[in-house]
């Protein structure tokens, strides 16, 4: 059946003849927004009566024009009555100071924490027995994002530089609007009385022949039909199957990863990564609340991990502080899938005889961060690991060469970083010709003898690592080919690169 051109239906004919009422006293026609304005009606009601009487032929003229302007939005209009998140947090502190836990359970806490101590408005001592505990560094704040928004809100939009109409954009304080409206003028058959054209030819008008004095409206033989539904790959999971037969390629093998929840243990002292250290906060890690605690630990390992934590050993002096049995028990939604790889390696050293291996995954990995256009929860994460005799730097740098290679990236750089499960260690850029310009894309390194000798490996084993997101090189690679192609249009690759897709945590 063909679509008939129409608009809405004739229960706003009293809008039509309001509105072809107003055109015939104003000669030079009328605005659409201000017809609404006066009427109170909402814009949209005038849009339709628009459309209706351009169906009907030239009884009006409308020529489209638009404007844009800065609006802001339900969290902006929040902030302007009640203040940022930044300054509520400075204001929930009193001069004893408020326990970091307390601060995180507040509506605005995660946010504003992270912005207040890039203001340096606030300092955490976490020496307190109870916990972490956060202070005022200054003894007044001015808050400059609520005067911004309220600016915004009175209309004084342009006294902002557009630097700072970026910065609430970014926070998702401040969008700008683009208003369409049409100007209205008479058309070459005006007329304030409207006959209504039918849109259906009935039985009984063919069985009476009233049909023949009727007016039917037009059919449109222009009009699409409805497209069928159809599957698609996810590209993720299209550029996902490519890594992984790089990596079969290469005679990897690909490790169980289908065990999203870990205890601290295997996802953090196992690597040699300290019980204080910032990552393994609330703030950034999810722990579980039920079960909350793992058991089942092979304790002699886990014994050897504890001493050399604490005390040391294997040519290390180790942390030095009091490993607790309670925080490697803890249950968490893993961090990294490095915590499989510790378990691969621990299972290997249980070998009789050791034997070369070369291992791969590719799967999600969970971090308790606040969603913004670089960062997200849940996003996946590629790993390498290969484990010989007497592997090098060198070593690492050639497999990386050869797999980066595969996916068709040649240029890359080597810059040395810090991890505390590698040394030496080493980010690893590609140069972007999309961008122009050089991206990290990956981390790397040498397992510390820490980490490999309470496992049980012989000594002279060396196990050469790397991890990387799926997404960040998805987009390198394929982003300008593929991601074009399988959205159908141009895209905006900084936009892409900048969007939560390209989030990097290797």
């Known amino acids: 059946m063909y679509n008939r051109l129409g608009g ?14 107003r055109i015939e006293k104003l000669d ?58 930044e300054a509520r947090v400075f204001n929930s502190i009193l001069l004893e100071g408020l326990p970091q836990a307390e601060l995180m359970k507040l509506s605005f806490g995660k946010i504003g924490f992270s912005k207040a101590m890039s203001n340096k408005w606030i300092r955490v001592d976490k020496s307190y027995e109870g916990g972490p505990r ?21 209309g004084n939009a342009a006294q902002l530089d557009e630097k700072e109409k970026n910065e609430l954009k970014k926070r998702k304080l401040l969008t700008e609007v683009t208003v369409k409206s049409y100007w209205i003028t008479k058309g070459s058959s005006f007329s304030t009385t409207i006959t209504k054209q039918e849109a259906e030819l009935t039985p009984e008008m063919i069985a009476t022949g009233s049909w023949k004095e009727k007016k039917f409206k037009p059919y449109n033989f222009e009009a699409m039909g409805v497209a069928p539904n159809c599957g698609h790959l996810h ?12 990596f079969l390629e290469m005679g990897f093998s690909e490790m169980p990863t289908n065990n999203f929840i870990e205890s601290s243990f295997w996802n953090f002292d196992s690597l040699y990564q300290p019980q204080q250290h910032p990552a393994r906060d609330q703030h950034d890690t999810f722990f579980l609340s039920d079960p909350a605690l793992a058991h089942e630990f092979p304790l002699e390992y886990l014994e050897r991990v504890k ?13 030095k502080y009091d490993w607790k049995m309670e925080e490697a028990q803890k249950n968490i939604l893993r961090t990294h899938t490095t915590a499989v790889s510790a378990r691969m390696l621990y299972k290997l050293a249980q070998q009789e005889k050791f034997t070369p291996v070369k291992y791969f995954s590719i799967d999600r990995v969970f971090r308790n961060e606040t969603l913004d256009a670089t960062h997200l929860a849940e996003f996946h994460q590629i790993e390498g690991v290969v484990a010989d005799k007497d592997l090098t730097l060198g070593h690492l740098m050639g497999v990386l060469h050869q797999f980066f290679t595969k996916l068709g990236i040649t240029k890359l750089r080597f810059k040395p970083a810090y991890n505390p499960y590698t040394e030496p260690s080493m980010e690893v850029f590609s140069y972007h010709e999309g961008l122009k310009k050089w ?32 997404e960040r090189p998805t987009m390198i690679k394929y982003g300008i080919n593929n ?20 989030r990097l945590d290797s």
């Open 235 to 246: 590209p993720l999971m299209k550029v996902r199957t490519q890594f992984r037969q790089i």
């Open 483 to 502: 991601i074009r192609e399988l959205v159908g249009h141009k895209v905006n690759l900084q936009m892409v690169y900048d969007s939560p897709i390209c």
């Open 28 to 85: 030079g026609g009328v605005d659409s927004l201000g017809v609404a304005a006066s009427l109170g009606v909402d814009h949209q009601v005038i849009v339709g009566a628009v459309k209706s009487l351009q169906a009907l032929g030239d009884v009006i003229s409308a020529e489209l024009r638009s404007s844009k302007h800065w609006e802001l939005t339900e969290e902006g209009i929040e902030i302007a009555e009640q203040g940022s998140h």
């Open 307 to 319: 001493k050399v934590h604490s005390e040391g050993g294997y040519g290390s002096q180790g942390y």
């Open 439 to 470: 991206v990290e894309v990956g981390n790397s390194g040498v397992f510390r003898p820490e980490m490999l000798l309470p496992m049980g490996l012989p000594e002279d084993v060396s196990v050469i690592a790397w991890g990387l997101s799926l």
């Open 134 to 154: 956060i202070f005022r560094t200054v003894e007044s704040i001015e808050d400059q994002v609520r005067e911004k928004l309220l600016l915004v809100k009175q």
């Open 8 to 21: 809405s239906s004739m229960a706003d004919t009293g809008v039509v003849e309001t509105l072809l009422q």
